[in-house]
Structures are given as C-alpha cells and as structure tokens.
C-alpha cells in the first residue's frame, strides 16, 4: 500500500485507463475488433476516388472494381482521362474503371463494382452491361432523394445486383 501512495493515485488510475482501454479492442481470441471488413475497405476505396475528382461535389465520383478474391481490377473518379483515352464518350469515373478493365483484358463476371453514387448515365449503365459485372455496391448519401428502383430493375434483368452500401460505423483514417 506504500507504493501506491509513493507513486499517486492518479498514475495508478491512468494505467488502469489504458490497460481497460487497450483491452477492449481486443476479442477473446486476443484479435482486435476494429478492424475493417473488405466491403468497408472497397468502399472506402471509391470514396477516396471521389476525393480525386477535379469536379464539383455534385458530379464527383470514384469506381473501385474487384474480383471475388477482393483483388483490385481497375479503378477510375469523375473528369480521369489522359490522352490515350481520348476515344471515351463519357468521363464518368465508372466508364473510366470500365475502359481500363477491358485494357487488362478481365471480364467483369464474377466483379463487384463499388461506387460512390448510383449510375446514372446511359453510356455508363450500357458499358457495365457489356463488361457483364455481377453486383453493384453504391453509396448514397443523405440528401439524395432520387428514387432509383427504375434503373435498379433494369440491371438486374440483365443480372446485375444491385446493393446500397449501408455503413455500419464510422471510419476514420489520419494521416500524418
């Protein structure tokens, strides 16, 4: 009891902090808790896309395209084109991840596209037909009021699901 005294109760406290706070994030297998999930990782992948975009906030979007062992495919944000890419029609960020997919010769079966905003262009829809990926996930943001069950129904008659990102907690990342 000496030593507790010599050394402050409030020392002592604030080790007890740490040590309850430390041991929290970690589940009964010693493995933390907080780690992402890949589906949190691709999205946040087309959100940083979007971060990328020269265009406004409005038009912004970022496209993250995986296979089904989570490896990155292709990728693309709103307003991306060098000069080899003049031949594209449309600068959308999913029209974009699509024409590099094709560059590396990947079929989208078996493909899940995250986008930061449902598609909305024609050209864009009609490419991801074509590329024939199998699922869609999109975010949607809080004041997007747009009803999308139409376009929705569409791509899943061509067999493209069709899924709302919902976020299950807020992820942070600083970089120093």
Known sequence: ???????GLDHLLFW???????????????????YITWHQHHMFM???LKEMSPLSEEKACGCYIVDQEHYQIASGFS???DSSEH????SHAISVALLRMQRVEKSGEDCVMYTSRFP????????IREAKISKIVYWVDDNDDVDREE???????DGVTCEKYRPMR???????
């Open 1 to 7: 009891m000496d030593w507790l005294i010599s050394y």
């Open 16 to 34: 007890i902090i740490c040590y309850f706070s430390l041991a929290k994030q970690l589940g009964p297998t010693g493995k933390r808790l907080d």
């Open 46 to 48: 087309a959100q940083t």
């Open 79 to 81: 307003g991306q084109l």
């Open 87 to 90: 031949d594209v029609s449309c």
């Open 120 to 127: 909305e262009c024609a050209e864009c829809v009609k490419r």
């Open 151 to 157: 376009d929705k129904d569409s791509l899943e008659i």
């Open 170 to 176: 807020r992820i942070s990342i600083d970089f120093y």
